[in-house]
């Protein structure tokens, strides 16, 4: 059995793929082809093969002549797999009608603060709030800002909630403070920009927001992807989670237990943590206002930033996974102040690009028993600069072959783009065994030999793992680590399915292009979360 794809077998396939490629593209609906290994049933095949990426699978009896791709190609068997919109991206090298024009050379280069203050380890006396979402996220960060006295200082990838706008409104006018922010520059003009407005004109001089660039070229290559907020310098909220209504919904599962009744369909599965400590909430106080100078001296140079592309989403496959979801036992888990024991814990900060990589590096190396994982999604990266990341990678995937009684790796990734990813994942040494599928993940969280936890923004790509900015704690405490891995648990064994069982897929609206029947169009980050 294969455990990896060989480069021999690369080459000779990309041979066949590119001999017969006129060919391919006369089928309906082609994406584009690679070498990999199939899929059939549900199980992973480890032997090569062509994997053949179309935008729906229509059946054979619909498709006359070359719109059919062909079973088998010099002999290789054809796999047929639909796209998902990040697979569709990367096989379309220039995606027709896109904006991919490239920001204006400007060279920016990111650079951390002096001394490097962020990579140091914090000993932490006062119980943390742990809380996850979609089970309490919204309570406790409405609870958190209502608490504000003098200023609230954060940073966020996406902010398009109106809940959490009037949250913040209200409760500057009710207290007086200060909202200072630092926001990615790929702000919607339908649903964000409305509530920057509404933001501005109701508070006037109490609030202000930076946009920080972030194309190519700038300070951070793809996005400004922290979810952290500081409140009056002495404490701070860090979360997986934007503040938009998948991430942060409307309800109190816990509270009010009606809400509980298909809350896993409301929103998305997060992790949240928050920490009364002035030294560590001064300190990212200190990097977010750190980004936001840097942000304005390099307003003059940013360009309006390209939008990612609509998608098309099946409007039944999208009903089926909320019904699934509101299926599942609505047994919300409540926020805790964590340790109970009177004794003093380590919690490490982290910001990319500055000290993340290192030390979750660290973290995952350091597990000898087992390591729990759940992530939107993971990208096996290619790209010349990505090597530490692929390092990291190569060690999970040594680590996914153990016996299970001997170290028990477990994965969960977003289903929405689950099959995919984990082929590639495969075909570059990981034991797809390990690998279980969840609808609506968006959590980016490890817990290592029930030690420690890992909560962050960072996604698992070249640029999450590497370039992009995000935020992030690790937290050295068996009874915030249970926490945390017992919300895991629960996942894994009751909402998480086969990474290669059929999952919700969308498609890339492209330019001009009319909605599909029984199809309905969403933005991207409706469909992701990001």
Known sequence: MLRTLPDADRERLAGIIERNWPRLTRARGFVGARPGF?????????????????????????????????????????????????????????????????????????????????????????PLLCHVGPDSGWIVLRDFVEETRQNLTGAMYDFSADHIASALIDSSIANHFRIELALDDGISQSEELPIQKRLKQKLQDNYDAAVVVCRSDARFPSAYHEKVAVRDGAAFWLSSGNWTSSSQPRID????????????????????????????????????????????????????APAQPDLFVPLAALLEETEAAALAPPVPIAPQLLPISNVSFAVRPLLSPDNYAKRVTEMIASATSRLYMQYSYINWPTAAGDQQFRDVLAMLAERSWRDPDDFDLRIIVNSRDAAQKVRVLA??????????????????????????????SQNWSGDGFLRNRDAGVIIDNVEIAAYYETVFLDDWNQRTKGA?????????????????????RMSWQNYFGD
């Open 427 to 456: 075909e570059n040494g990981f034991n797809d065994a390990r690998f279980r599928s969840q609808s609506r993940i968006h959590n980016k969280g490890i817990v290592a030999d029930g030690q420690r936890v890992l909560v962050s």
């Open 253 to 304: 599962p816990v509270g009010t237990p009606s809400d509980a009744n298909g809350m896993y369909s409301k929103g998305n599965r997060e992790w949240h943590v928050l920490v009364e400590h002035e030294d560590l909430a001064k300190l990212f106080a200190r990097y977010i206002e750190h980004d936001r100078t840097t942000a304005k001296a390099d307003a003059a140079n940013r360009l309006a």
């Open 38 to 126: 199939r899929v059939t049933h549900g199980d992973l095949i480890r032997e090569p093969a062509i994997v053949a990426v179309v935008r729906a699978k229509v059946g054979a009896e619909y498709l006359t002549g070359d719109e059919k791709l062909p079973d088998a190609l010099d002999g290789v068997p054809v796999d047929v797999v639909v796209s998902d919109p990040h697979t569709e991206l990367e096989l379309r090298a220039e995606p027709e009608g896109l904006d991919s024009s490239p920001m204006e050379a400007r060279a920016l280069k990111y650079e951390g603060l002096p001394g490097d203050p962020i990579d140091a380890s914090f000993d932490v006396a006062r």
């Open 500 to 520: 290669f069982e059929d999952g919700l897929t969308g498609t890339i609206a492209l330019a001009g292009e009319p909605t599909p029947p029984g199809m309905i």
